[in-house]
């Protein structure tokens, strides 16, 4: 099983800048992607980011220009450099790992626990 654990959230000012950190750990035999999701209070979990082993790196619309996802290898690390915050990316951010586990190869999609960024106005 492999597991995930995000940190960095916190409460910045509306401009601001916060990054965020997915350590993950487990039998891992290859990775597909790492992805970024958030969800606001009384809303569904929207994606935000993604970037895939090889570096290929996606974002949604609201977030392109302002927030930068990378990832390293060696330390099984994703992380999210959100700037220029907006009160409308105030959510509980939750990091996902795709991959190949153990040694039957099999695929699973892990969550982490979820971390909150308040940006106030």
């Known amino acids: 099983q492999v597991h995930l654990v995000e940190s960095g959230g916190g409460l910045v000012q509306a401009g601001g800048s916060l990054r965020l950190s997915c350590k993950f750990a487990g039998d891992i035999f290859s990775i597909n992607y790492m992805a970024w999701y958030r969800q606001a209070p009384g809303k569904q979990r929207d994606w935000v980011a993604r970037i895939t082993d090889g570096g290929a790196a996606t974002y949604a619309d609201s977030v392109r220009g302002r927030f930068v996802i990378s990832r390293d290898n060696t330390e099984n690390t994703v992380y999210l450099q959100m700037n220029s915050l907006k009160p409308e990316d105030t959510a509980v951010y939750y990091c996902?790992?795709?991959?190949?586990?153990?040694?039957?190869?099999?695929?699973?999609?892990?969550w982490g626990q979820g971390t909150q960024v308040t940006v106030s106005s």
């Open positions: 996902s790992v795709d991959g190949r586990e153990g040694t039957e190869r099999d695929r699973f999609t892990s």
